[in-house]
């Protein structure tokens, strides 16, 4: 089984702060992988520090992305190399419409600007697959969006830009039902054998329709526990304190 990233003995800073501390991950080519953990665990944190965030400092350990260390590589090498970030809360870009942005991102990384025709072909066939109307591709990106109309937004970016590992911080955040299907939807039209996610949530509802092969819960500033998909039942059912005692 190839593996697509690899973290191995990894700690990250914020300042004088130790967040995470020797923490180890694999996440093999063709997985879903789900990261769970109570608040201030450092979730985010992780999902910030494989996407080279400059606000972390990486203390110690390594983060090999296809087998070749990338600690050292900014945030837009990493993306060129096929690693997609979602945000929390997607900053707003005034002046700038979600289509420019997709297509300047696309080309960025690809080295190569996709031909305008085929590209506005494309957006509009996945906006059409996530039930988004045609008009929201030239509204401002995010700029008086819901959060649910952001959500649709990063999925829509993920699917145009088809990265090799895509990160989802906290993709159902705030989200009604409706919206957590859209999320849930557009995650599984991503999927298959030749890439990986890492599904960063709260929310075991967001995980209902999509098949989940290993589940990583933050504890103690590492991955305390890890198990089948079986341990969100157990999660959603009694709390992290089910596992205290595994």
Not at 35 to 42: A, C, K, S
Not at 81 to 96: A, D, H, M, T, W
Not at 221 to 232: H, N, T
Request: aromatic share 4%; charged share 25%.
């Amino acid at each position: 089984m190839s593996i697509l990233l690899e973290i191995k003995n990894l700690s990250v800073a914020v300042g004088e702060k130790l967040i995470l501390r020797d923490l180890d991950l694999k996440i093999p080519v063709g997985e879903t992988h789900v990261l769970m953990g109570q608040n201030g665990t450092g979730k985010s944190t992780l999902a910030s520090a494989i996407m080279g965030s400059p606000a972390y400092t990486v203390t110690n350990g390594e983060i090999l992305f296809e087998g070749e260390k990338i600690i050292e590589e900014s945030p837009d090498k990493r993306a060129k190399r096929g690693i997609f970030l979602s945000f929390q809360n997607p900053e707003e870009v005034p002046g700038i419409t979600l289509e420019n942005f997709l297509r300047t991102a696309k080309g960025a990384v690809a080295d190569e600007k996709p031909r305008l025709m085929q590209f506005k072909k494309d957006i509009r066939a996945q906006m059409e697959q996530l039930g988004i109307g045609e008009a929201y591709a030239g509204r401002e990106l995010n700029v008086g969006f819901s959060g649910g109309e952001k959500k649709k937004s990063e999925i829509l970016q993920l699917l145009m830009l088809n990265p090799k590992l895509a990160i989802l911080d906290e993709a159902d955040s705030g989200l009604d039902v409706d919206a957590i299907k859209v999320v849930s939807e557009g995650v599984n039209r991503f999927r298959n054998e030749g890439n990986s996610l890492l599904i960063i949530t709260h929310n075991p509802k967001l995980l209902e329709d999509i098949k989940v092969d290993r589940v990583h819960v933050l504890s103690g500033k590492k991955i305390g526990f890890e198990g089948g998909a079986e341990l969100i039942g157990q999660i959603a059912e009694s709390g992290f304190a089910v596992l205290e005692g595994k």
